[in-house]
């Protein structure tokens, strides 16, 4: 009980700097504009600092080694068992969109995958073509109208913003699993995360590989490409101004200049 | 739903119908949603020949270079990626620069081309943008997911060439240019280190 109120603590405080960083200083023009608000950057760089560490010490090690020993489908295995244990979670924050049918889905794969996909470790749901659906709480602030906020980049974890990270602990916290009856073993959603995790960072070692270890600034890099990624996936939901975002590439130039108008034009430095 | 595979027969089709445009005097050079979409299957046909020729990793990069240049408009995309700093550099400056910033894309990505070994992209939709065609596509890569690959297409530099790239979302010119203004702080703005530097980087 102790464990749930600490939580429900850390969820206020996150769910506060997350309206305070949403609405204080980024003004309209600039969430139009899809720039980057990354008001604590100095403490972001220490923690992303600090997660290359761990990353280079031990969890690429550890993935690379994982990928190498284990034979390809028990990776995926593990990889599927972790992703059907977070169906009912998903479900719930389908209906909390007001998105019935998704929710339906994702009830359906995980009785589908839990039965025929013995305890999940196959996909039988996916050669049925059952659609994938995937989304999580930090979507489900998206539906409502929470903004993005400002970016973090989480210890262990990784980069998130303030609005994702209030649903990475909700959903931690709340997944449906966790207030079952029978529970074998403890905490076992996290630790087939982070199999899923080994799974996915050995198999694309190359590609975070280059982020992390071959580029200049690889802060700078995954604030990019985790900003753009996310919103790309929040485009199709929700009524945000990531919509625009995305269906218009040429956004980023409404200064009624695009990069053939003038080449030197700079569009940041408006 | 209109659904474009990669074949043999399009790449031929768009190789002859490229000669027949060389010979045949055409009223308009225009880009057409068909042509932005025979570019794209023209360029993977390209791409997939190179990988299934079996040559050494640097020979394969040189001939992926030769592509890049064919295909894309390099200089626009370099002067993109160069930022504001392309508006204070001098005309030989920005020429080393886009011939360094070449060789640069090339290695970067040609030498991760297994990872596109047997890849198919199937063309979703095209739809006009202010400077020519955004293409919506699926790629299809071995042991992968299938994920969204968008195209940006475009004739102003005289023929129609490939300008920017978005993978999942993630705007490829915008994150080279992240990547070169990372590179300028650390040589303390200075370009020509960076133009020496940059073939050899990535």
């Known amino acids: ?270 | 739903m209109r659904s474009n595979t990669i074949s043999r027969r399009s790449f031929v089709m768009t190789a002859m119908a490229g000669l027949g445009a060389g010979l045949v005097p055409m009223p308009a050079l225009a880009l057409t949603e068909q042509s932005a979409r025979a570019l794209v299957d023209e360029v993977v046909a390209n791409i997939n020949q190179v990988i299934a020729s079996g040559k050494s990793q640097n020979a394969m990069i040189k001939d992926f270079e030769r592509i890049f240049v064919r295909y894309a408009d390099v200089p626009i995309m370099a002067r993109y990626a160069l930022g504001p700093d392309a508006r204070t550099a001098s005309r030989s400056q920005l020429r080393s620069f886009t011939k360094a910033f070449q060789s640069y894309i090339s290695r970067k990505y040609g030498r991760r081309f297994r990872e596109f070994v047997g890849g198919r992209v199937e063309v979703k939709s095209t739809r006009k943008i202010k400077a020519g065609y955004e293409i919506r596509s699926t790629a299809y890569l071995q042991g992968q997911a299938p994920f969204e690959v968008t195209f940006l297409v475009s004739d102003k530099s005289g023929s129609e060439k490939f300008f920017n790239m978005f993978i999942e979302g993630v705007n490829l010119l915008l994150t080279e240019r992240t990547e070169i203004g990372a590179m300028l702080d650390q040589r303390k703005g200075n370009l020509d280190q960076l133009i020496k530097d940059l073939p050899n980087a990535g």
């Not at chain 1, 769910?15 to 960083?21: I, K, Q, R």
């Not at chain 1, 602030?141 to 400002?150: K, R």
Request: hydrophobic fraction near 35%; include cysteine.
């Open chain 1, 1 to 270: 009980m102790r464990y749930l109120t600490s939580s429900w603590r850390l969820l206020c405080a996150l769910t506060l700097a997350a309206l305070v960083a949403g609405c204080a200083t980024k003004t309209p023009e600039q969430r139009a504009r899809g720039e980057i608000f990354d008001p604590y950057e100095n403490t972001n760089r220490s923690i992303h600092a600090f997660n290359r560490g761990v990353d280079k010490a031990i969890f690429r090690p550890a993935s690379k080694g994982y990928v190498t020993v284990v034979p390809a489908p028990v990776v995926t295995g593990f990889s599927n068992f972790a992703e059907n244990l977070s169906y009912p979670g998903q479900a719930l924050d389908f209906l909390l969109q007001g998105n019935p049918r998704e929710a339906c889905i994702a009830v359906g794969r995980f009785l589908l995958n839990t039965t025929y996909g013995l305890a999940g470790f196959f996909d039988p749901a996916s050669e049925m073509n059952i659609p994938r659906v995937d989304t999580n709480f930090g979507e489900t602030l998206h539906v409502w109208g929470f903004g993005e906020g400002a970016y973090v980049e989480l210890p262990l974890y990784g980069p998130s913003t303030t609005r994702d990270a209030v649903g990475v602990v909700t959903n931690a916290i709340t997944n449906p699993l966790g207030f079952g009856i029978v529970r074998p073993v403890e905490n076992i959603g996290v630790y087939a995360e982070v199999l899923r995790r080994m799974g996915d960072r050995g198999n694309f070692s190359d590609t975070v590989d280059s982020i992390l270890y071959g580029s200049a600034d690889s802060y700078a890099q995954a604030r990019l490409i985790y900003l753009q990624n996310r919103r790309f996936e929040l485009a199709n939901s929700g009524s945000g101004s990531t919509l625009d975002l995305y269906a218009d590439p040429y956004a980023e130039f409404d200064t009624g200049t695009d990069v053939y108008d003038d080449p030197y034009e700079d569009p940041y430095a408006q």
